[in-house]
């Protein structure tokens, strides 16, 4: 390869196809921490005296942002970061991912807190998802149950341990994919509210942000190979080939032809957004009859989900 193209130095390692750059693993690394660093000031995601979670399951990228964090909030002695995971419940896939959170918040000296499916709904998923084949239902899939029931815990967790806000690692390419999931599902309203940085339409939630949402996957993965960073790549046995994965597909084909597809799409969702916003219907939450949780009807989803399966 060619010599770096910001130091002028170094052997290039790093080849950023939608920038023309080709960069040495310093620069490269720099350049990816200096896109978080943006991200978080341009949508004044975080403050100078803020409590973080991150939410780690164990992945490439949430224990990657878990160091890349560290490492800029170092600069803000006022600011307390912790890691925050959820045990699903899933045997040895969970189990691997949890050991290795904790060794990467070993490591960065983060306090780390866990919380369980178990713990807070009485069953853990590889329970419910005996149940489901029992029983033959076909409705939900696994991934449906795990992502009501899990969005619940983070925020239990992250009230729970009374930070102010909490830390989403996704990509910017889950982010593109979240966007086109929602216009082929046909909900493009829901583009209004998930943003790099969500609304606080409760009290009881903790706001979400997203430092990550601007940074590439293959990025990711590759800043995580450079400094060593250990993260679990075994799939979920449960993950789905579905819509999402064609989505995936079609998104890295377009973005393998045509450099800087995901950009493309993440900006002009950010541009239609406000449009989308000013014509969304504001919704009234009130607290789930069961649990306390906001919610907009009676029960919130995840009572909603464990009752039809008579489970609580
Ligand atoms: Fe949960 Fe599905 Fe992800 Fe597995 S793949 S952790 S079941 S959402
Ligand atoms: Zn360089
Ligand atoms: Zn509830």
Do not use: W
């Not at 990816?32 to 399951?57: C, F, P, Q, W």
């Not at 219907?281 to 009859?289: A, D, I, P, S, T």
């Amino acid at each position: 390869m060619s010599v770096c193209t910001l130091c002028g130095r170094n052997e290039a390692v790093f080849g950023r196809s939608y920038s023309g750059e080709n960069l040495c693993g310093r620069c490269f690394c720099k350049t990816v921490e200096d896109r978080v660093r943006k991200t978080i000031s341009r949508y004044e995601m975080l403050g100078h005296n803020d409590r973080i979670m991150v939410a780690v399951s164990g992945g490439k990228d949430s224990v990657t942002l878990l160091h890349i964090l560290t490492k800029i909030e170092k600069a803000f002695p006022d600011v307390v970061l912790c890691a925050g995971t959820v045990d699903e419940g899933i045997r040895e896939y969970r189990d691997e991912a949890l050991r290795i959170a904790e060794g990467n918040c070993r490591k960065l000296g983060v306090e780390h807190v866990v919380t369980s499916f178990k713990e807070l709904f009485g069953y853990g998923l590889d329970e419910i998802v005996e149940l489901l084949r029992s029983r033959e239902e076909s409705g939900l899939t696994p991934c449906s149950y795990c992502g009501v029931l899990r969005r619940k815990a983070l925020n239990v967790m992250a009230r729970e341990a009374g930070v102010d806000k909490l830390v989403i690692a996704h990509s910017l390419d889950d982010e593109t994919q979240t966007m086109l999931l929602n216009v082929v599902h046909g909900d493009p309203m829901r583009i209004a509210r998930s943003k790099p940085v969500l609304d606080v339409v409760h009290p009881k939630f903790v706001q979400r942000v997203k430092p990550l949402c601007m940074v590439p996957e293959k990025e990711i993965v590759f800043y995580a190979y450079l400094k060593g960073i250990e993260f679990q790549s075994i799939h979920c046995p449960y993950a789905q080939t579905a819509l999402r994965n064609d989505i995936r597909t079609m998104l890295n084909r377009m973005e393998h032809k045509h450099a800087g597809t995901l950009f493309t799409v993440f900006n002009s969702i950010e541009k239609i957004r406000p449009a989308l916003e000013a014509s969304a219907e504001k919704v009234k939450l009130q607290e789930c009859k069961r649990c306390g949780e906001p919610t907009v009807g009676d029960l919130c989803r995840a009572c909603q989900i464990l009752q039809e399966l008579g489970v609580s």
